[in-house]
C-alpha cells in the first residue's frame, strides 16, 4: 500500500514539473478540459450558486420575487413535514444500505466460487439493474396490490393474512426498500465480484497449504482484501440511497404515502418547489439537504476507512 | 435517485455533447416546419392537453376531424401526463415566453394561472366574434372560466363524480327495478346495499381508490350535501372548514370498512381493475371510466352520487380551454385558436361519449346526448356541482386533494378516527393558509 502511494506521489510530482516547463501541454490541457469547465459551470457550478442566492429571496416560479433574508431558513426549522421528510429519507438510507451491502457482498462469494456457468448468474443478479425505474416500479405495485396482487396472492394461499404493502404506515417504506434492492443489488454485486477477482489466486493456495479453513481463509484473506471495494459500494451506496426520490414517488402515485409515512426529502423539495411555484424555499432546504448530505458522506468515509484499515493492518 | 447513477455510466461526454447537438437541429428544424408553410394562409395553433387512454383517443380523433374539415388552421397537438407536473410546465412555458397558443386547463386550476397574469382574458367581444357567448353555456361550468370580474376560460364539458353499479351483482341482490337501480338517497341506503350485495354474492360492496385524491372527492360531496359552507374563502387565506359538517362526513368514510362491505385498500388503478372484473358491486368515481367498462363488456349502469345527507351536491370540475399569453401572438393566430376552441366546443357530443357532460347548451340540450346511455344517465348532476375551493394550492391534482386524500385515507381503513384525519387536514390547511401566496 504505502508503496503504491509513494509512487503515485512521485509519478504526479513528475508530471507537475513537466507541464510547468512545457508551456505547450498547459494549452493543451486547457483545450481538452475547457468544453467540460464550460458545462461545469453552466450546468452545476451556476444552478448551485444561482440556488444559493434564490434561497434569500420569496421567489416564486411565475412571479417576482423579494429579499427575504433568512426567512425561508426560519421557515424550514420550524416545518414538521421538512424534518420528517428528511427522517423519511434517513429511515430509507438505513433500512436500505445493510441489505444492498451485505447482499451483494454474500452473492458475490457465491457466484464467485461457482466455476460453470457463472455468466448466467452475473446476469440473473445484474438484469434488473438495467431496467427504468418506472418499469420497475409497475411490476411491483401490481405485485404488492392488495386481494389480486401476486405476493398476496401467494400469501392467502399459504395461510397467512394479507399485507397491505403500499397503504400501511411502517410497511410501505419496507416495500419501497424491497423494490430498489431487487432493482439495484447487480450494481454493488458487480462491483464485489471484480474485487473478488483481483484477488490473487495464490494467496489461497498458499493459505490452504498451510491449513487455513474457508471461514479463516475468508476472514483473513477475502474481506481485507476487498475492504477497499467494500468502502467504496459502501459510500456509493449511502450518497445514492439518501437521493432516494422516484420509486417512492412512483410507488405512491406522487402522494406523501399512507399518514404521511414515506415523503422523502426531495419529494418534499420538489412538492414546494414544483407544485406550489416556492422555489425560494425550496431552494432553502435543498441547501440545508446537500449541506447533510455532503456531512454524511464524510463521515461515513471517514468511518468506513477507518475501519477498513483496521482490518488492513490486523494480522 | 439510483437511476441518475445508470444515466451517468451509460452515457459518455461526447456522447452527450454530439446528442445535444441533434437536439438543438431537430429543435431548429422544428421551428421552421411549424411556421406556416403555405405563407399566411395557413395559421398554425399548437394545442397542449392531458387526455389520456380514451379520452385520447377520442381528442385525436376529433382534431383530425377537424383538420379536415377546416384548411385554414393546422393544429399541432401536444399531449402531456396530467396532474401537478403538467400545471408547472404550462406555468414555466407562459412565463418563459414560448406557451402554446390553446391549453386545456381545469377550472379550479385557473387561480394559479389567471391572477399571475399567464392567460389571455376573453373580451365579450372576441367571444362573440366565435359565437362562444356566455349564454350559449350551461352556467356553473361557465362561471367556474371566471377569475376576478373576467373570463379566461371556456368550458369545454363538466366530469362529475358518479356511482357506477354492476347491473348483474344488484340483481342478485334484490337491488334492481325495471333495469335501473332502485332510489338509494338517504344516510345507510348505500350501505345497506352493499351488506345485501355482500351477503347474496359475497362479492365487496363497494369500491373506491382509497391511496389517492378519491377520498377527498367523497369527502367534499359528503360535506356540501351536509350543507357545510366552502371551506377556503378569500383567495386561501381563510378556512371556513365546518368541523361539525366535516367530522360527519368522515364517519361516513369510515362506514364501508367499518361494516366490512368495503373492497381492501387499493390505488386508482387497483380500485378500477376491481369493479372491471366484477369484484365489487358499487363504484365510486368520476364518469370517466366509461369507456374502460364498457371495453370490458360489463353489465353496469352509473347514476348521480346518491343524496346521503340533506341536499344534494356532487364534487365536480370542468375541463376548459384557455389561451396563454404570449406577447409574440399575432391577432390572427390568437383569431385561428379561438375559431379552434369554438370548433372543438361544437364538436362535444363525440367528447360527451368518453362520459363528459357537455358544457355547451346545444350539444347538453341534444335529442343525441338524451339517448346516450349509461352517459346521459347523470347529466342532473349538473344542477348540484360542487368544485373544489379555489385557492392557489388547491384544484384538481393539487396538493391540496393531495393531502387531504392522505389525511383521509387513515379514517376510510379504520386506522384513525374522524377526528385525526381531521385535525391533519386542518394542519395543513392552517399551514397553506398563512403561507405567503406566490401567485
Keep these: 500500500m504505502a508503496t503504491a502511494a509513494e509512487s503515485l506521489s512521485r509519478a504526479a510530482s513528475r508530471t507537475r514539473t513537466r507541464s510547468a516547463r512545457d508551456p505547450r501541454s498547459g494549452r493543451l490541457a486547457l483545450v481538452f478540459t475547457g468544453p467540460f469547465f464550460v458545462l461545469f459551470v453552466a450546468f452545476l457550478f451556476w444552478p448551485v450558486v444561482s440556488a444559493l442566492w434564490t434561497s434569500f429571496f420569496d421567489d416564486s416560479l411565475v412571479g417576482s420575487a423579494t429579499w427575504a433574508g433568512l426567512d425561508n431558513y426560519r421557515e424550514l426549522v420550524e416545518d414538521p413535514n421538512f424534518w420528517a421528510a428528511m427522517w423519511h429519507t434517513a429511515l430509507f438510507t438505513i433500512l436500505s444500505v445493510p441489505p444492498l451491502v451485505l447482499l451483494a457482498l454474500g452473492l458475490a462469494l457465491l457466484v464467485s466460487r461457482v466455476t460453470r456457468m457463472q455468466w448466467l448468474f452475473r446476469l440473473a443478479f445484474f438484469a434488473p439493474y438495467v431496467l427504468p425505474v418506472s418499469v420497475v416500479v409497475l411490476i411491483w405495485n401490481w405485485m404488492y396490490q392488495p386481494g389480486f396482487g401476486l405476493i398476496n396472492s401467494y400469501l392467502t ?3 397467512f393474512a394479507e399485507v397491505n404493502w403500499l397503504g400501511q404506515p411502517g410497511v410501505a417504506m419496507v416495500s419501497a426498500v424491497i423494490v430498489t434492492v431487487w432493482w439495484t443489488l447487480g450494481f454493488n454485486f ?8 483481483e484477488i490473487p489466486r495464490e494467496l489461497y493456495e498458499a493459505a490452504a497449504t498451510d491449513g487455513a479453513k474457508p471461514g479463516q481463509q475468508l476472514r483473513r484473506i477475502t474481506l481485507p482484501l476487498l475492504s477497499s471495494t467494500t468502502l467504496l459500494v459502501t459510500t456509493l451506496q449511502i450518497i445514492h440511497s439518501l437521493k432516494i426520490f422516484d420509486q417512492i414517488y412512483l410507488l405512491q402515485l406522487g402522494t406523501p404515502g399512507p399518514e404521511n409515512s414515506t415523503r422523502v426529502a426531495i419529494q418534499y423539495i420538489y412538492e414546494a418547489g414544483f407544485t406550489q411555484y416556492r422555489i425560494g424555499y425550496a431552494s432553502a432546504m435543498s441547501f440545508v439537504f446537500f449541506l447533510v448530505i455532503i456531512a454524511v458522506a464524510l463521515i461515513s468515509m471517514r468511518l468506513v476507512r477507518r475501519a477498513g484499515t483496521k482490518t488492513v493492518v490486523s494480522p | 435517485m439510483q437511476g441518475e447513477r445508470g444515466a451517468r455510466r451509460g452515457l459518455t461526454r461526447r456522447e452527450a455533447l454530439v446528442g445535444g447537438a441533434a437536439l438543438g437541429a431537430a429543435a431548429a428544424l422544428g421551428v421552421t416546419v411549424t411556421g406556416s408553410p403555405f405563407g399566411g394562409a395557413t395559421q398554425t ?3 397542449w392537453h392531458l387526455f389520456g387512454g380514451g379520452d385520447g383517443e377520442r381528442l385525436t380523433g376529433i382534431l383530425a376531424d377537424i383538420d379536415a374539415e377546416h384548411a385554414d388552421s393546422d393544429v399541432r397537438e401536444l399531449i402531456l401526463p396530467w396532474g401537478n407536473p403538467y400545471y408547472t410546465k404550462l406555468a414555466l412555458a407562459a412565463v418563459g415566453g414560448s406557451p402554446p397558443d390553446v391549453a386545456v386547463v381545469h377550472a379550479t386550476r385557473l387561480p394559479s394561472f389567471a391572477p399571475a397574469g399567464l392567460l389571455e382574458e376573453l373580451t365579450p367581444e372576441l367571444l362573440a366574434r366565435h359565437g362562444l357567448e356566455g349564454d350559449r353555456f350551461l352556467e356553473q361550468p361557465w362561471k367556474s372560466g371566471q377569475s376576478g370580474g373576467k373570463q379566461y376560460a371556456i368550458p369545454l364539458d ?12 344488484c340483481e342478485k341482490a334484490g337491488l334492481m327495478e325495471g333495469g335501473k337501480l332502485k332510489p338509494l338517497d338517504g344516510e345507510t341506503a348505500l350501505l345497506d346495499a352493499c351488506e345485501a350485495v355482500k351477503q347474496e354474492t359475497g362479492v365487496s360492496g363497494l369500491v373506491f381508490e382509497t391511496r389517492g385524491v378519491t377520498p377527498w372527492r367523497i369527502f367534499l360531496t359528503l360535506y356540501t350535501q351536509l350543507g357545510g359552507p366552502p371551506i377556503i374563502a378569500a383567495g386561501g387565506e381563510r378556512i371556513d372548514l365546518d368541523d361539525d359538517a366535516a367530522i360527519r362526513a368522515l364517519e361516513w368514510l369510515a362506514e364501508p370498512n367499518k361494516r366490512g362491505v368495503a373492497a381492501p385498500d387499493v390505488d386508482y388503478q387497483g380500485s378500477v381493475a376491481f369493479f372491471g372484473n366484477q369484484s365489487a358491486a358499487f363504484a365510486l368515481n368520476g364518469e370517466w371510466e366509461v369507456t374502460t ?17 340533506d341536499e344534494p351536491a356532487t364534487q365536480a370540475d370542468s375541463h376548459t380551454f384557455v389561451i396563454p399569453r404570449d406577447p409574440d401572438r399575432s391577432p390572427e393566430r390568437l383569431e385561428a385558436a379561438m375559431a379552434f376552441i369554438s370548433r372543438l366546443v361544437g364538436k362535444g357530443l363525440n367528447w360527451a361519449e368518453g362520459g363528459h357532460v357537455p358544457a355547451f347548451r346545444e350539444v ?7 339517448k346516450l346511455s349509461p352517459q346521459s344517465d347523470y347529466a342532473s348532476a349538473v344542477e348540484n356541482l360542487v368544485f373544489d375551493p379555489l385557492a392557489w394550492y388547491s384544484g384538481s391534482g393539487s396538493n391540496l386533494e393531495t393531502n387531504a386524500g392522505a389525511a383521509f385515507k387513515p379514517v376510510v381503513a379504520g386506522t384513525q378516527s374522524p377526528r385525526q384525519g381531521l385535525a391533519t387536514f386542518r394542519e395543513y390547511l392552517d399551514r397553506m393558509s398563512t403561507t405567503r401566496k406566490p401567485v
Design chain 2, 364 to 370: 347538453f340540450e341534444s335529442e343525441e346526448y338524451r
Design chain 1, 190 to 197: 458487480v462491483l464485489f465480484l471484480a474485487g473478488l477477482q
Design chain 1, 157 to 159: 394461499s399459504l395461510g
Design chain 2, 293 to 309: 367498462y364498457q371495453a370490458l363488456d360489463l353489465p353496469f349502469g352509473m347514476r348521480t352520487v346518491p343524496t346521503f345527507f
Design chain 2, 158 to 169: 363538466t366530469h362529475p363524480f358518479v356511482l357506477y353499479y354492476n347491473t348483474e351483482l
Design chain 2, 45 to 47: 395553433v399548437t394545442f
